[in-house]
């Protein structure tokens, strides 16, 4: 299982997520979206990296893509982003029978939901889902899928409190998985950070999470 650690940048606490997104390239660790699960079927690999950094209350992550085709039609929280050309986060705690998966398409609109396996969810709330901050590279507004060669950038920050984690009394690890997808497009493809083993394309695996380290 892949690993890495997470730096902590305790500056960006006072700076706008549009600021940290410029400075996540050189300040976060870097990870890699490249194995290609379900080769037969679905081959096709968008460039796609991510950087990771935190303060001792917020985790930050900016996801870099690279691909063929763009697609954006969820412009509202809850709806089915996995659909868009979609890029995600799912995590827990080590030992805990919960995990949590924050999938955001282009235009940085968001699903998130705790969950004990992929059929038994409970949705964040408008609350807790405002306070998921968001800076998409090329904007909010919705479209369909487009051809062509595009490059964007996602900068999100999620607050630890939103994955059960006391700022106070930081764990010494977090399991996760980073994901890319597009299930509604004309090249559907599933790639993730940490190898999944399966038969079919299924992202809500703990068992195959890598491991994150403060």
């Known amino acids: 299982m892949k690993q890495l650690k997470i730096p902590l940048c305790p500056e960006f606490a006072e700076l706008k997520l549009e600021q940290i997104a410029d400075l996540l390239d050189e300040k976060g660790v870097c990870g890699s979206i490249d194995s290609v699960?379900?080769?037969?079927?679905f081959p096709y690999k968008p460039i796609t990296f991510f950087y990771l950094a935190?303060?001792?209350?917020r985790l930050y992550i900016k996801f870099a893509v690279?691909?063929?085709?763009l697609r954006a039609v969820h412009d509202a929280d809850q709806q089915p982003v996995s659909q868009d050309s979609c890029v995600e986060f799912f995590c827990k705690?080590?030992?805990?029978p919960q995990y949590f998966n924050f999938e955001f398409n282009c235009i940085g609109t968001c699903y998130a939901a705790k969950r004990v396996k992929r059929t038994d969810k409970e949705l964040l709330s408008p609350s807790e889902m405002a306070q998921i901050?968001?800076?998409?590279?090329?904007?909010?507004?919705?479209?369909?899928?487009?051809?062509?060669l595009f490059q964007w950038d996602l900068t999100v920050s999620?607050?630890?409190?939103?994955?059960?984690?006391?700022?106070?009394?930081l764990p010494d690890k977090l399991m996760a998985n980073f994901y890319k997808c597009a299930d509604a497009t004309?090249?559907?493809?599933?790639?993730?950070?940490n190898p999944i083993e399966s038969e079919n394309p299924n992202f809500h695996q703990p068992n195959f999470f890598g491991t994150l380290l403060f």
């Open 37 to 41: 699960n379900w080769k037969e079927k």
């Open 54 to 57: 935190r303060t001792s209350e």
């Open 66 to 69: 690279k691909g063929n085709l």
């Open 93 to 96: 705690l080590p030992n805990s």
């Open 133 to 148: 901050e968001r800076y998409p590279s090329i904007g909010t507004k919705p479209f369909e899928e487009i051809e062509g």
């Open 158 to 169: 999620i607050p630890f409190s939103l994955i059960g984690i006391n700022a106070d009394h």
């Open 186 to 193: 004309s090249l559907k493809h599933y790639v993730s950070w």
